[in-house]
């Protein structure tokens, strides 16, 4: 099974001399396809900082990151988002929401910057907002759904452009512990069924029984806890 992301002695400072502060150190990790795995770590340990390496966001001080057997390292900005529109999904701790956009154009929006076909566009936005039950909110604006609705939202435009590799960061936040089941099976299905791979940020032990694997960041490293099938 060919790797998705492979992440090479990754590191990232912050700051010079002796007030330099290293978040990541030489950080190795490797995630194929199909596989859906999770990082645990106390709260100023560097997941963040992580996610956004991973998912292009971040530039690393050294190191080299491969997306299907892409490097990162000499993209330039426009190279760089054209690949996260193309191959990346996010899932934010806060739904980050465009607050001018109704609930099914905020996933059109990512279907057209994706380049998907307006008809494949509404199939899949309906579909998305049918499995996620926010379909009847589909007409309302931002400020009128409540947070776990929010959050949902946010869920299902992270799966449109229909990413080979997903990052979710806390994904389950604003969710009560039923519909955050429900989301982080959602992930490990897709992530199945369609090859995909995902990487979650968590800190809540209950969701993690849908994951192939659980890694804790510690001292800018990923050590592995357990496998968990």
């Excluded at 529109?85 to 059109?108: D, N, R, T």
């Excluded at 994904?171 to 992530?191: F, Q």
């Amino acid at each position: 099974m060919s790797a998705k992301l492979v992440m090479k002695q990754v590191t990232k400072t912050y700051g010079e001399g002796d007030g330099a502060m290293t978040v990541l150190n030489h950080l190795d990790l490797t995630v194929n396809e199909g596989e859906f795995i999770a990082v645990l770590g106390p709260s100023g340990s560097g997941k963040s900082t992580f996610l956004s390496a991973a998912g292009a966001l971040l530039t690393p001080t050294s190191g080299e990151i491969l997306l299907d057997g892409e490097s990162l390292r000499d993209k330039d900005k426009g190279e760089l988002t054209e690949l996260r529109l193309k191959k990346i999904g996010f899932m934010f701790q806060s739904a980050q929401l465009l607050p001018f956009l109704k609930v099914e154009e905020q996933l059109l929006y990512v279907a057209k910057l994706a380049k998907l076909s307006p008809k494949e566009a509404k199939v899949r936005a309906a579909y998305l907002l049918k499995r996620l039950e926010i379909w009847e909110r589909r007409n309302h604006y931002p400020e009128q759904l409540s947070g776990g609705e929010k959050q949902r939202v946010a869920i299902a435009r992270a799966w449109m452009n229909k990413p080979a590799i997903l990052f979710a960061d806390e994904p389950t936040a604003s969710l009560d512990y039923s519909r955050g089941r429900e989301v982080v099976r959602m992930i490990a299905d897709e992530v199945r069924s369609e090859g995909k791979a995902a990487v979650m940020v968590t800190h809540d032990e209950r969701m993690l029984d849908w994951c192939d694997r659980v890694l804790h960041l510690e001292d800018g490293v990923l050590v592995e806890a357990h496998s968990l099938n």
